[in-house]
C-alpha cells in the first residue's frame, strides 16, 4: 500500500498546510516565492504519482482513491487563499468558484456512480482542464512574490478562465454520463 506512487500522493496532501502558510500573508513575496517552488513540486508529484503507478504496475485501490482528493485539496486550498489574499478579485472569483464548485459536483458524481459500478474514465480534455488549473494557479502565486511583472498575473487571470471554461465543458460531459444512470 505504501509504494512510492501513494507516497507521492499523499506527500501532496501533507504538503497542503505548509503551502498556505507560506501564502498566509500577501505582503511577504518571500512566501509566494517559497510557495511557488513547493507548487510546483506538488504539480510535478501529481503526474509523476500515476505515471509511477502505471509504469510499475503498482496501481493500486488507495492511490485510485488518494488522488483526486489529493488534487482536490491542493486545487480548492490555493483557490481559497487566493481569493482571500485578494490574489484572486472580482469577477475573477467567479472563474474560481465554477472551478471549486464543478469538483464538488464532479465528486459527488463520481461517488454515486461508483455506488452503481459505473466507472467513469478521465478524458482529454479534464486532463488539459487539470493542466491549466496547475498553470493559473502557480502564475497566480508567481505573481504575489514578483508583483513587478504584471504580465505574470496577467497569465495566471487568463489560464484561470480557460480552464473554468474547460471546468464547464468537462463536468458537462460528466453530468451527462451520470444523467443516464439515474432514475
Not at 117 to 140: E, Y
Not at 152 to 167: E, F, M, P, R, S
Request: charged share 10%; glycine share 8%.
Amino acid at each position: 500500500m505504501l509504494n512510492l506512487p501513494n507516497i507521492l500522493t499523499l506527500s501532496r496532501i501533507f504538503t497542503v498546510p505548509f503551502l498556505v502558510g507560506l501564502l498566509w500573508w500577501p505582503s511577504w513575496k518571500a512566501g509566494y516565492l517559497l510557495a511557488t517552488g513547493l507548487y510546483a513540486l506538488m504539480a510535478i508529484t501529481d503526474y509523476f504519482d500515476g505515471y509511477l503507478a502505471r509504469s510499475q504496475g503498482t496501481v493500486s485501490k488507495l492511490g485510485i482513491f488518494l488522488d483526486p482528493i489529493a488534487d482536490k485539496i491542493m486545487v480548492a486550498s490555493v483557490i481559497l487563499i487566493l481569493c482571500a489574499s485578494g490574489d484572486i478579485e472580482g469577477y475573477n472569483v467567479i472563474a474560481a468558484l465554477i472551478i471549486l464548485l464543478r469538483e464538488i459536483a464532479v465528486s459527488g458524481l463520481r461517488e454515486f456512480l461508483a455506488g452503481l459500478q459505473v466507472s467513469v474514465p478521465v478524458s482529454q480534455m479534464a486532463k488539459w482542464k487539470t493542466t491549466f488549473q496547475l498553470v493559473s494557479l502557480g502564475a497566480l502565486i508567481l505573481a504575489g512574490g514578483l508583483p513587478q511583472y504584471a504580465f505574470i498575473q496577467t497569465v495566471g487571470i487568463w489560464t484561470l478562465w480557460a480552464a473554468a471554461i474547460l471546468t464547464l465543458v468537462t463536468g458537462w460531459d460528466y453530468l451527462r454520463v451520470g444523467l443516464k444512470h439515474m432514475d
